[in-house]
């Protein structure tokens, strides 16, 4: 069964870039949409971002489009989010996630995931 693994998350001032990784192991990787959730304290997981399986696709939430950059490297099994402009707001615990079934599209909801990661800490101080 694949296993997701977030790393990258750290303290970061507002106006800063953060780049979080995701790698996957132990299952198939190139084959599945994968997404970024976020959660902020006391706040419902939020969708952050949604990259297809082969890359050429990706969807954002309307409060990082423009700031926010998702992609993918197969040959590594691993997915990225780069994060520029950061805002206190951004300040959440993020997941990456796969999809439940193979070659899905960008645009569906958390419960389309079944496969997460533990998340890593973003704290964006002002």
């Known amino acids: 069964q694949v296993q997701l693994v977030e790393s990258g998350g750290e303290l970061v001032q507002a106006g800063g870039s953060l780049r979080l990784s995701c790698a996957a192991s132990?299952?198939?990787?190139?084959?599945?949409?994968m997404a970024w959730f976020r959660q902020a304290p006391g706040k419902e997981r939020a969708f952050v971002a949604a990259?297809?399986?082969?890359?050429?696709?990706?969807y954002y939430g309307s409060s990082v489009e423009g700031r926010f950059t998702i992609s993918r490297d197969n040959a590594k099994s691993t997915m990225y989010l780069q994060m520029n402009s950061l805002e206190p707001m951004d300040t959440a615990v993020y997941y990456c996630?796969?999809?439940?079934?193979?070659?899905?599209?960008?645009?569906?909801?958390?419960?389309?995931?079944?496969?997460w990661g533990q998340g890593t800490q973003v704290t964006v101080s002002s």
């Open positions: 996630a796969r999809q439940t079934r193979p070659f899905g599209g960008t645009r569906l909801g958390p419960i389309q995931y079944d496969t």
């Open positions: 132990g299952g198939t990787f190139s084959t599945y949409t």
């Open positions: 990259i297809n399986w082969s890359g050429r696709e990706a």
